[in-house]
């Protein structure tokens, strides 16, 4: 028996070299996976970058030094929004460098993350309570006002009110997916001088659909949300807003006040003339995670 024992813890003793060796190519394959991921989600932006550039140099209906795809840059956001953002304010200006913004996922990849590394202040609302733990983790909510909430249409604006946002912030981007128009229509008694909302790409750019409303509905992956562009258009003439520009992925519509649009913007305000269908397949990614960028202040 004795002997057996020795046999075997001999054998053990043998496979060990080999078990490291496999662990060590188990540890490489992984490591090449993440290396190939980065290099795939580099080369696609490298590609898309090419692509845009392309497009803005050559085809007649971006040559309008007034509109905004130029400019687009991704920190924070999904598809160069930061960018636009940026030069909207840029040509308008700021006021109380004041957001708001409705769906902010994680935090980390918004429309309005990037704005707190750059000295501004604000208002975080989801649904989801893991944003609230994590940036209050990260010392964020000195700056940014945090509510966990699901919005519609009947509560935005006292939710608003218990947030103490200002009735005119610099910026408003909204984003849930399947009410989204008719909480902006709610949003009467506030008046930002910049709205951000998602639109419905896959809608032809003349056509005024939006979701039936359904208080207790949400999004079920299909292309039955939100509402087209023209209903924005149409909505924003209503609240007072110009339709100025769309991200090239067909995913965001930017609008300014009207009061402060002037002949900043490329005319006509329309969903034809800004209406950009969706190419979500050639969306930025980079190969670091995104996260909050050190404030300036």
């Known amino acids: 028996m004795a002997n057996k024992r020795k ?25 090449l996976r993440r290396e190939l991921a980065a290099h795939s989600a580099q ?11 392309t497009v803005l140099r050559h085809d007649p209906r971006y040559q309008d030094p007034r509109r905004l795809l130029k400019h687009a840059l991704q920190v924070n956001s999904q598809n160069g929004e930061d960018g636009m953002i940026r030069e909207i304010f840029r040509r308008i200006g700021t006021t109380n460098r004041v957001f708001l913004e409705i769906g902010v996922g994680d935090g ?9 590394s750059q000295g501004w202040t604000g208002f975080w609302i989801d649904g ?29 604006e006292s ?9 005119e912030p610099d910026l408003f981007s909204l984003d849930v ?19 951000v909302v998602e639109y419905n790409p896959s809608l032809p750019s003349d056509l005024d659909w939006k979701v ?35 991200d090239y992925h067909g995913n965001n519509a930017f609008f300014v006040r009207a009061d402060l649009a002037g002949d900043a913007f490329a005319e006509p305000f329309t969903a034809e003339n800004h209406y950009e269908p969706s190419r979500m397949s050639l969306s930025i990614h980079h190969g670091a995670k995104s996260g909050w960028l050190d404030r300036t202040d």
């Not at 080369?43 to 550039?53: I, N, V």
């Not at 939710?159 to 009735?167: D, F, G, S």
């Not at 997916?177 to 709205?195: F, H, S």
């Open 7 to 31: 046999g075997l813890l001999s054998r053990l003793a043998g496979l060990v070299p080999v078990l490291r060796e496999v662990r060590d190519i188990r540890s490489e394959l992984r490591q």
């Open 159 to 167: 939710l608003l009110k218990q947030l103490n946002v200002p009735a």
């Open 212 to 246: 039936r409303y359904n208080p207790d509905g949400a999004w079920d992956g299909t292309l039955n949300f939100g509402a087209s562009l023209k209903a924005y258009e149409q909505l924003g003439d209503k609240l007072g807003y110009k339709l100025v520009g769309c």
């Open 128 to 156: 989801d309570a893991r944003f609230v733990a994590r940036a209050r983790e990260k010392g964020l909510n000195p700056h940014v006002g945090l509510l966990e909430a699901l919005v519609s249409p009947d509560n935005v």
């Open 108 to 116: 980390t990849e918004n429309n309005t993350a990037f704005l707190l």
């Open 43 to 53: 080369s696609r932006t490298a590609r898309f970058q090419h692509l845009l550039e």
């Open 177 to 195: 997916d399947l009410n989204t128009y008719y909480i902006w229509e709610a949003l009467t008694a506030y008046r930002p001088r910049v709205v």
